[in-house]
């Protein structure tokens, strides 16, 4: 074998172009490698033009220079390799990993062990013998923190990364009080939940014993980010550890915590709560030194990783609102579990929003607390991946696997990931390896499923006492120290306990009510009150010439160009479409100091091509948003067309709503039916979130909806499901026929001083529609009507009364025209919840000598409204209903077959003789 066979063909390749760079400019080099080439003078000689070691030149290079090149490999092996044999899990041994970093697989041998290498400048050693530079090595990437780190393409990031692992070995170093503080955090820990586990026996708490040291770890990160100027701290994290965090973290008094234990009723009266592991909390925190920082802890459901998303729209709502120049002082941090991260798709839309310049928050800090087991299932069961976090390396970002029974590795590592997101502003993992002590509640017994694990954990010691020994050893404390902490802090429980139940009744404290203190809570009878949604015709002249001229020293597609203009032609005519009594709602509202942020797939342009709200250069795609050309102290306008995600996406909008009510949120799906991807979302955030945690919020989400032959998945946004989670006031459902009531509806949502969710079900063929068109004057001095009459119709000759929402009241008007029929009126119902009872009634007795009266639907009768009009509506059980034939999807794929069941229905409405019913 030749002697430089170990320089294989990509690996002399790869050397001689290096060290052609070197040659040309030492600086171009990375320090590392510029370390290494100072120690030898390689000829340009040596290396033949494909890289390859010139034949008789070879025997010109020292024979340890070859060595030198397997101690680079074995430095490379540890970067890329050793987080695979690190002393990371606290209670079993690791898995097994092929091949391994003994040094016999690159090429040395323990007669290398005291040889001097030149390659110890790679990591800053200087020359050193291999037995320091093994030391290093395995000291850094080893030991209680493996590092992942390698794949990542940015020079500048990885350099980075390295340099502070070379630092000190990558061990923590912390003096003796800041010792003694993570002890005292350690215990709050370990002494909360076992105060809870004795006077709370069985009670579900989903305790953090075997990952306590997540609390000195969030307090380090708090202490140290103000040092970087971060402001404010908005967190996301299920339920296991988060009592804990509520209480000595977000500073939430433990007498509360009791109170929910004790399961007393709640103070208000119409409220029905949540589960005390699912409550959020807001408050201000002093830090050491003397820093105010607002922390936030979003309130979750148990749908695992749903909070993610809700914590990145809350956090960049606050940065677009607060820190438009510096967004990073803001910090978002989501806390995961090893089942939920590696299981859940939504992390995955989560991670790929992180760049993206609509939902990007500057860099989140990811923690898992991992159990090693989801519930009951084994990791092993629960993943394909090597570790939990490798969604992770999506974004390339840096991945600490840490012990976490080794509390200064913990908080250490937490402190290298506050250093990269605020340097770099992007995501960074923290896999924190410990285990669950009990089931996956209390009351569970985790031996049924996992018997020697739980052998293990417990004869485990926890992460205090071990700390504690540690301390002691190094003579940091004495041995009554930790007796003298727990005795002390569980006093203080006592009194907390004592203090709850002179308490009668719980009160939940609404999350970030700071943002919330001009808006007042509204029932029922509050949201039907009308809102003033006027605006003076000479002002929506204005905007509409703003948003009719594109700058004239650029160059734009003609059609476009044409499209823009024609918004001035129909302000002068008096006939405004759709698409411009939005652009006008929009442009009224930025001038009276409102934000607009319109987010989803292909917004920007609308999927129908109606709304064209960035316009781009033809030859260099400059964007072009005149909505922020209106005037010098207007609102910002926000459009972005979205990742092709919808969970992921709602969430976000929902929580920028959450934490902006000034800001007109809007949520537009690709067709309406697309919202099912975010099911989880309108289940617990969107209809129930102001029930469970008080919780007001005003997203708007536009759902495209018609019948117009294209087939079952472009024709219903499900109306049903949106009409079956209503209840008393918990959202409006609307489904708007003309621009005008569109207009004010969207003003309306933001005049009126309460938030509540705007499902609002849009039109796709009526955007072009003849006959769908305001008047200037409509919009001006209109306002939003809940229902709209027949105002052709004369009371006195009408037989047939049909009541029908949406777009099909136009097929209805075009046969009622075609058939001359003056019998029929055609009654328009716009908002469907709350349903305008009073109105529908007055109507009823208006034509009273109607004895036919419709309920009319293009939806099958399974779906659509009708059943929502028979719970809400006394009299809608009388009325005759025409709709399609119940089906299991919402329409046929075949347009001839579509035709044919639309025009049955529309017979049936004029005929009752055309029952297709039957």
């Given at each position: 074998?030749?002697?430089?066979?170990?320089?294989?063909?990509?690996?002399?390749?790869?050397?001689?172009?290096?060290?052609?760079?070197?040659?040309?400019?030492?600086?171009?080099?990375?320090?590392?490698?510029?370390?290494?080439?100072?120690?030898?003078?390689f000829g340009s000689e040596t290396f033949g033009t494909?890289?390859?070691?010139?034949?008789?030149?070879?025997?010109?290079?020292?024979?340890?220079?070859?060595?030198?090149?397997?101690?680079?490999?074995?430095?490379?092996?540890?970067?890329?390799?050793?987080?695979?044999?690190?002393?990371?899990?606290?209670v079993r041994a690791r898995r097994k990993y092929a091949p391994t970093l003994e040094i016999e697989n690159f090429g040395l041998s323990q007669a290398d062990l005291d040889t001097v290498f030149n390659a110890g400048d790679i990591l800053d050693l200087g020359p050193q013998t291999l037995r320091e530079i093994r030391k290093h090595l395995e000291a850094i990437y080893c030991s209680s923190i493996g590092v992942e780190y390698m794949y990542i393409r940015n020079v500048e990031r990885k350099q980075w990364v390295q340099n502070k692992l070379n630092f000190n070995d990558n061990q923590p170093s912390f003096s003796a009080e800041e010792k003694k503080h993570i002890l005292?955090?350690?215990?709050?820990?370990?002494?909360?939940?076992?105060?809870?586990?004795?006077?709370?026996?069985?009670?579900?708490?989903?305790?953090?014993?075997?990952?306590?040291?997540?609390?000195?770890?969030?307090?380090?990160?708090?202490?140290?980010?103000?040092?970087?100027?971060?402001?404010?701290?908005?967190?996301?994290?299920?339920?296991?550890?988060?009592?804990?965090?509520?209480?000595?973290?977000?500073?939430?008094?433990?007498?509360?915590?009791?109170?929910?234990f004790d399961g007393k009723d709640y103070e208000q009266e119409v409220f029905d709560g949540d589960v005390k592991y699912h409550l959020g909390w807001t408050s201000d925190r002093v830090t050491d030194t003397g820093k105010k920082i607002n922390l936030n802890i979003a309130p979750n459901p148990s749908h695992l990783e749903t909070v993610g998303a809700v914590v990145e729209g809350i956090t960049r709502a606050k940065q677009d609102d607060k820190y438009p120049e510096n967004p990073s002082q803001v910090l978002p941090i989501v806390v995961h579990g090893d089942a939920a991260i590696a299981g859940q798709g939504l992390v995955y839309e989560i991670v790929q929003m992180a760049q993206l310049d609509g939902y990007k928050t500057n860099g989140t800090i990811h923690i898992v607390v991992n159990n090693q087991i989801g519930f009951t299932t084994n990791y092993l069961d629960a993943r394909s991946s090597t570790y939990c976090t490798d969604v992770g390396k999506v974004t390339l970002s840096p991945v600490l696997h840490v012990n976490a029974d080794d509390a200064e590795a913990v908080v250490h590592a937490v402190l290298f990931a506050l250093h990269f997101r605020m340097k770099f502003k992007r995501d960074v993992f923290i896999d924190l390896l410990g285990y669950r002590k009990y089931g996956?509640?209390?009351?569970?017994?985790?031996?049924?499923?996992?018997?020697?694990?739980?052998?293990?954990?417990?004869?485990?010691?926890?992460?205090?006492?071990?700390?504690?020994?540690?301390?002691?050893?190094?003579?940091?404390?004495?041995?009554?120290?930790?007796?003298?902490?727990?005795?002390?802090?569980k006093n203080a429980l006592e009194e907390k306990l004592e203090d709850s139940r002179k308490i009668k009744t719980t009160e939940i404290t609404p999350f970030m009510s700071n943002e919330w203190i001009d808006f007042t809570t509204a029932q029922e009878d509050g949201m039907m009150q009308p809102v003033d949604t006027s605006y003076a015709a000479e002002g929506l002249a204005k905007i509409t010439k703003v948003l009719s001229n594109l700058p004239e020293d650029k160059k734009f597609i003609r059609k476009i160009s044409r499209l823009i203009e024609s918004r001035q032609t129909m302000f002068d005519e008096n006939r405004l479409d759709w698409a411009m009594a939005e652009h006008l709602a929009y442009g009224t509202l930025l001038e009276e100091g409102y934000d607009v942020r319109i987010s989803g797939q292909d917004v920007e342009r609308g999927t129908f091509s109606h709304r064209h709200a960035v316009v781009k250069v033809e030859d260099s795609e400059e964007e072009i948003v005149l909505h922020n050309n209106i005037s010098d102290t207007q609102?910002?306008?926000?459009?972005?067309?979205?990742?092709?995600?919808?969970?992921?996406?709602?969430?976000?909008?929902?929580?920028?709503?959450?934490?902006?009510?000034?800001?007109?949120?809007?949520?537009?799906?690709?067709?309406?039916?697309?919202?099912?991807?975010?099911?989880?979302?309108?289940?617990?955030?969107?209809?129930?979130?102001?029930?469970?945690?008080?919780?007001?919020?005003?997203?708007?989400?536009?759902?495209?909806?018609?019948?117009?032959?294209?087939?079952?998945?472009?024709?219903?946004?499900?109306?049903?499901?949106?009409?079956?989670?209503?209840?008393?006031?918990?959202?409006?459902?609307?489904?708007?026929?003309?621009?005008?009531?569109?207009?004010?509806?969207?003003?309306?949502?933001?005049?009126?001083?309460?938030?509540?969710?705007?499902?609002?079900?849009?039109?796709?063929?009526?955007?072009?529609?003849?006959?769908?068109?305001?008047?200037?004057?409509?919009?001006?001095?209109?306002?939003?009507?809940?229902?709209?009459?027949?105002?052709?119709?004369?009371?006195?000759?009408?037989?047939?009364?049909?009541?029908?929402?949406?777009?099909?009241?136009?097929?209805?008007?075009?046969?009622?025209?075609?058939?001359?029929?003056?019998?029929?009126?055609?009654?328009?119902?716009?908002?469907?919840?709350?349903?305008?009872?009073?109105?529908?009634?007055?109507?009823?007795?208006?034509?009273?000598?109607?004895?036919?009266?419709?309920?009319?639907?293009?939806?099958?009768?399974?779906?659509?409204?009708?059943?929502?009009?028979?719970?809400?509506?006394?009299e809608a059980k009388t009325f005759r209903a025409a709709s399609r034939r119940p089906y299991g999807a919402p329409a046929a794929g075949s347009s001839v077959r579509s035709k044919k069941r639309h025009q049955e229905v529309i017979d049936f409405v004029f005929d009752k003789t055309k029952n297709n019913q039957r």
């Open positions: 074998m030749d002697k430089y066979s170990f320089l294989n063909a990509a690996h002399t390749a790869y050397f001689a172009d290096l060290y052609d760079q070197y040659i040309k400019n030492p600086d171009s080099v990375e320090p590392s490698w510029r370390a290494f080439f100072q120690g030898y003078d494909n890289g390859e070691i010139v034949e008789g030149v070879s025997t010109q290079i020292p024979e340890h220079v070859q060595k030198e090149f397997q101690v680079v490999k074995l430095i490379d092996g540890y970067r890329t390799r050793g987080h695979l044999f690190t002393a990371t899990n606290p005292k955090k350690l215990n709050e820990a370990v002494s909360f939940e076992s105060f809870l586990h004795t006077k709370y026996v069985g009670q579900k708490r989903f305790s953090l014993e075997g990952g306590e040291s997540l609390i000195p770890a969030l307090d380090a990160l708090i202490e140290k980010a103000s040092e970087y100027d971060v402001k404010e701290f908005v967190m996301g994290m299920a339920h296991r550890g988060r009592l804990s965090t509520l209480t000595n973290i977000f500073g939430k008094s433990a007498k509360d915590i009791f109170s929910e996956h509640n209390e009351g569970d017994e985790p031996k049924f499923t996992q018997p020697l694990l739980y052998k293990a954990i417990a004869k485990h010691k926890n992460p205090r006492d071990i700390y504690a020994e540690k301390l002691i050893a190094e003579g940091v404390i004495d041995n009554n120290y930790v007796s003298k902490l727990e005795q002390d802090y609102g910002n306008f926000y459009i972005f067309n979205s990742l092709l995600s919808e969970y992921g996406v709602v969430g976000f909008d929902y929580g920028y709503a959450m934490a902006s009510p000034k800001t007109l949120t809007i949520w537009e799906a690709q067709f309406g039916d697309f919202s099912n991807g975010a099911q989880i979302m309108l289940d617990q955030y969107i209809t129930a979130a102001e029930d469970k945690w008080k919780l007001q919020n005003g997203l708007v989400m536009l759902l495209p909806h018609g019948y117009e032959g294209q087939g079952a998945e472009h024709s219903s946004a499900r109306m049903e499901r949106y009409l079956q989670m209503c209840a008393k006031d918990n959202m409006f459902v609307v489904d708007c026929t003309t621009p005008a009531n569109m207009y004010h509806l969207l003003r309306k949502q933001m005049k009126a001083n309460f938030r509540k969710p705007l499902i609002v079900f849009t039109p796709k063929s009526l955007l072009r529609h003849p006959l769908v068109v305001s008047s200037v004057d409509e919009i001006a001095n209109g306002s939003f009507q809940m229902l709209i009459d027949d105002a052709k119709a004369t009371a006195d000759n009408v037989k047939t009364l049909v009541f029908v929402t949406g777009k099909f009241y136009y097929d209805l008007l075009e046969e009622q025209q075609k058939l001359e029929r003056e019998d029929v009126a055609l009654v328009r119902i716009e908002q469907l919840f709350p349903l305008p009872i009073e109105d529908i009634r007055k109507v009823l007795s208006k034509y009273t000598n109607a004895d036919d009266i419709v309920w009319a639907q293009e939806e099958p009768r399974n779906m659509g409204a009708y059943s929502h009009m028979l719970m809400h509506l006394e």
